[in-house]
């Protein structure tokens, strides 16, 4: 069981963390595209896991998608005739593939080494954001100290940033009325009161002394609204359970 981990967001509090750590690194998103030194990198959104896998990254070093399931490569014709017009990606030494996409674009991405994949389907972790999804991960496998760092938009006050805004996959930029800051900080909530009691989580940017987190003592605490684990926001949970019980 891992007793300790530093996991990185992609604010600018975090420019000038060292990888000299006792224990493990875990990363988020675009990390990957400046170091190899993260012992995993999370990613959530198809974009950056399709990015991820054809830069050839994930071939190498360690990374953890959620919600996807490796199939050997010779079932792919049997998938790719119930799509229209698929975008097929495949290298000569592939073994495997996953499939990503929506009604109006279906990607067939070929993977040569699966097993350095590590796919998880927690139903507490369903909906989650990247870094919400490493912490949640993180938790799930009995963690009694987290660290966080670079994680910006939630641990100080005025405008967040992130290091790559502006860049391939990412919003140009981000404010603190943005909705997806707001469901991060609700998501973020949830976990803490989840994790209560279960271990100690702490901010440690080199920006920043270490302070203990407490998710009852933090600023937009009162403010958020409520996210459900394995649902979503709790107006949308309310809306959508009332029309499934009509």
Request: aromatic letters at 14%; glycine letters at 8%.
């Given at each position: 069981?891992?007793?300790?981990?530093?996991?990185?967001?992609?604010?600018?509090?975090?420019?000038?963390?060292?990888?000299?750590?006792?224990?493990?690194?875990?990363?988020?998103?675009?990390?990957?595209?400046?170091?190899?030194?993260?012992?995993?990198?999370?990613?959530?959104?198809?974009?950056?896991?399709?990015?991820?896998?054809?830069?050839?990254?994930?071939?190498?070093?360690?990374?953890?998608?959620?919600?996807?399931?490796?199939?050997?490569?010779?079932?792919?014709?049997?998938?790719?005739?119930?799509?229209?017009?698929?975008?097929?990606?495949?290298?000569?030494?592939?073994?495997?593939?996953?499939?990503?996409?929506?009604?109006?674009?279906?990607?067939?991405?070929?993977?040569?080494?699966?097993?350095?994949?590590?796919?998880?389907?927690?139903?507490?972790?369903?909906?989650?954001?990247?870094?919400?999804?490493?912490?949640?991960?993180?938790?799930?496998?009995?963690?009694?100290?987290?660290?966080?760092?670079?994680?910006?938009?939630?641990?100080?006050?005025?405008?967040?940033?992130?290091?790559?805004?502006?860049?391939?996959?990412?919003?140009?930029?981000?404010?603190?009325?943005?909705?997806?800051?707001q469901v991060q900080r609700s998501q973020f909530i949830a976990l803490l009161e989840w994790f209560y009691g279960k271990g100690s989580l702490y901010w440690k940017n080199p920006l920043d002394k270490e302070d203990e987190i407490k998710y009852?003592?933090?600023?937009?605490?009162?403010?958020?609204?409520?996210?459900?684990?394995?649902?979503?926001?709790?107006?949308w949970y309310n809306a959508n359970t009332m029309r499934y019980n009509c």
């Amino acid at each position: 069981m891992l007793e300790e981990v530093t996991i990185l967001g992609n604010g600018p509090s975090r420019l000038g963390f060292e990888f000299n750590t006792d224990h493990p690194v875990w990363g988020c998103n675009a990390i990957y595209r400046d170091t190899d030194e993260c012992d995993l990198v999370f990613a959530v959104d198809m974009p950056v896991q399709k990015e991820i896998v054809e830069s050839g990254y994930y071939r190498d070093n360690k990374v953890a998608f959620a919600d996807i399931d490796p199939l050997p490569l010779e079932l792919i014709d049997m998938f790719t005739g119930d799509f229209n017009n698929p975008v097929i990606s495949i290298k000569e030494d592939d073994s495997h593939f996953i499939i990503q996409g929506n009604d109006s674009r279906t990607d067939f991405l070929g993977l040569k080494n699966p097993h350095l994949i590590t796919t998880y389907n927690e139903p507490r972790l369903k909906n989650l954001m990247t870094g919400m999804s490493a912490l949640g991960y993180a938790m799930t496998l009995g963690v009694k100290t987290i660290n966080l760092i670079g994680f910006d938009g939630l641990e100080f006050e005025g405008e967040p940033s992130n290091i790559y805004e502006g860049s391939d996959n990412y919003p140009t930029k981000y404010t603190t009325e943005d909705a997806v800051l707001q469901v991060q900080r609700s998501q973020f909530i949830a976990l803490l009161e989840w994790f209560y009691g279960k271990g100690s989580l702490y901010w440690k940017n080199p920006l920043d002394k270490e302070d203990e987190i407490k998710y009852n003592e933090l600023s937009y605490y009162e403010s958020s609204e409520r996210w459900i684990l394995g649902e979503g926001l709790e107006s949308w949970y309310n809306a959508n359970t009332m029309r499934y019980n009509c």
